[in-house]
Nanobody, 122 residues
Framework: EVQLVESGGGMVQPGGSLRLSCAAS????????MSWVRQAPGKGPEWVST????????YYADSVKGRFTISRDNAKSTLYLQMNSLKPEDTALYYC???????????????WGQGTQVTVSS
């Protein structure tokens, strides 16, 4: 069974940083592209970032480009999202997802984790 467990969320002030982690199991992590997706209450899901299998190619939503960095450690079956210069509009539940995403598209919901809450507020 596919298992994706996010961690590292919390509350930070605008301009602060957080590093999210996603521990994967139940599948061969190194054979899949991986993504981060977020969803704020009352809003639809938003694709944030995707990284290819080898970690050499990364893609970002315009809203986070230049501030967020996606990475992975295949030996540890772990996905990361470094978030800098956080803004209130980044507040959302952040999900690790198996598969690729793009503008207007997220991996199927069945391949998301349970999510970790990120709150950016003063």
């Amino acid at each position: 069974e596919v298992q994706l467990v996010e961690s590292g969320g919390g509350m930070v002030q605008p301009g602060g940083s957080l590093r999210l982690s996603c521990a994967a199991s139940g599948f061969t992590f190194a054979r899949f592209d991986m993504s981060w997706v977020r969803q704020a209450p009352g809003k639809g899901p938003e694709w944030v970032s995707t990284i290819n299998i080898g970690g050499s190619n990364t893609y970002y939503a315009d809203s986070v480009k230049g501030r967020f960095t996606i990475s992975r450690d295949n030996a540890k079956s772990t996905l990361y999202l470094q978030m800098n210069s956080l803004k209130p509009e980044d507040t959302a539940l952040y999900y690790c997802a198996r598969g690729r995403g793009s503008y207007g598209y997220t991996p199927p919901r069945n391949y998301w984790g349970q999510g970790t809450q990120v709150t950016v507020s003063s």
